[in-house]
């Protein structure tokens, strides 16, 4: 059993022992499991150039919202709160790729860390 804290409303902090293994599904890190899959298993690409999506590709194939992808910078976010869960529990990584189509050259990209245990077996359950 894991401890996790968190605070109410009104600034209390409180604690919850939570099973080892915890995962909500989020369909960004299904989709990103599942074309790391496909470019790993089936298209038998090297792991360094599999799986990567732009924010774009992944609101639009999923046609959630922007803010889900994308933070506010003048609030100190890059990503948006669902990206960015991923992206701190180490489950997904986001890369800048300079001379690219995008503003100013430059794009951000993500995907499922598959040296991560939990995201490896994810990507392998998936058929």
């Not at 804290?5 to 409180?14: A, E, I, N, P």
């Not at 790391?36 to 799986?51: I, N």
């Not at 992944?58 to 890059?78: A, D, E, M, T």
Request: charged letters at 30%; glycine letters at 10%.
């Amino acid at each position: 059993m894991n401890e996790a804290v968190h605070f109410d409303d009104s600034g209390r902090q409180g604690e919850r022992k939570l099973p080892g293994r915890m995962l909500t599904r989020s369909p960004i890190l299904e989709l990103l499991a599942k074309e790391f899959r496909e470019d790993y298993k089936m298209k038998r690409l090297g792991s360094d150039h599999c799986g990567w999506w732009t924010l774009m590709d992944i609101v639009n194939v999923l046609k959630i919202p922007r803010s889900h992808v994308y933070g506010q910078p003048r609030y100190g976010r890059l990503h948006g709160r669902q990206l960015q869960m991923l992206i701190q529990s180490r489950l997904v990584e986001s890369r800048i790729f300079p001379g690219e189509r995008g503003r100013g050259g430059d794009i951000a990209k993500v995907r499922v860390v598959y040296e991560n245990p939990i995201a490896k077996q994810l990507v392998d359950k998936m058929a």
